[in-house]
């Protein structure tokens, strides 16, 4: 399978596990988002030591590689705790929007620092997914309170900028296992302070489902760190967008959420541009 096949698999399954993610965290009810993050960040830590051991790789990176190491964990980092907390203080279709700014960020960071060139077709297709999530999302802006907002936004600048370090990581040789395991370690330790103060306790049945958000977040993150490496962000991010699509089935299931009408035209501007642009990839290929 071509590398490019593979990065859009893997970007695909780890859509289908963060959406799984949001389904659990939600599930959990009322806790603080750092303790939520916390327990997302454990889980994915230990998963990525088992992988590491069963693969029998290193975890010992090298030196020129670990300010890059750091970089993509400081920046995960921010944007996964902007993200808990616009979910947290936000509506969360709000958050959700602002969260989805990240693969602008991809293609803007991958042009300017990593001088992947984006053509027009490419430009063209995150703008039309773009516009897809809005039909489906149908954001309040005019309700949202700044600071959560802008909050909100800087997670989806994290989280794209994590992306393009990603890719650049990959670039240099780095297993993506190894990556995902500085990146949770590196969480986990940012976040243990605040975990220990304002812990909040939980019933068995929330452990349990915080455990599975962790699980899933691990899958994903796996997944996505596989995806970036495998392809560069302008020709994958788009699939990204999919995981409103995982989100909307999850809801319908589990919360019994109905879509209305602009978020099943939403759904087909997505999926009719992920298959556009999954035959122009494969005509250039």
């Known amino acids: 399978m071509k590398s490019m096949h593979k990065g859009i698999l893997c970007i695909l399954l780890s859509a289908l596990c963060f959406a799984l993610m949001s389904t659990f965290v939600r599930l959990a009810g009322d806790l603080p988002f750092i303790q939520k993050s916390f327990f997302r960040n454990f889980v994915a830590l230990l998963f990525a030591v088992a992988v590491i051991l069963k693969k029998g790789e290193s975890f010992r990176w090298r030196r020129e590689d670990f300010k890059y190491l750091v970089l993509r964990s400081a920046l995960g980092t921010m944007g996964m705790l902007c993200n808990f907390y616009a979910v947290d203080h936000l509506v969360l279709s709000d958050a959700s929007m602002l969260n989805k700014m990240s693969p602008f960020f991809v293609i803007v960071l991958s042009y300017l620092f990593l001088k992947e060139k984006i053509n027009f077709v490419q430009t063209s297709a995150v703008i039309v997914a773009f516009m897809g999530s809005l039909f489906i999302i149908k954001p309040t802006l005019a309700n949202m309170d700044l600071v959560p907002s802008l909050i909100g936004l800087l997670g989806g600048l994290g989280a794209g900028a994590a992306y393009t370090t990603v890719r650049y990581l990959g670039s240099r040789g780095v297993k993506g296992p190894l990556i995902v395991f500085f990146f ?55 699939y990204d967008y999919s995981q409103v699509v995982f989100s909307a089935f999850l809801g319908f299931f589990i919360f019994g959420q109905i879509p209305d009408g602009y978020s099943i035209l939403g759904y087909g501007i997505i999926c009719s541009t992920a298959v556009g642009m999954f035959f122009y990839n494969k005509k250039k290929l």
């Open 184 to 238: 949770s370690g590196f969480s986990c330790l940012v976040t243990l302070p605040s975990f220990i103060l304002h812990y909040h306790p939980m019933t068995v049945k929330q452990v349990i489902i915080l455990l599975c958000a962790g699980l899933a977040a691990a899958g994903g993150q796996f997944a996505i760190t596989a995806a970036y490496t495998f392809a560069p962000g302008k020709e994958i991010s788009v």
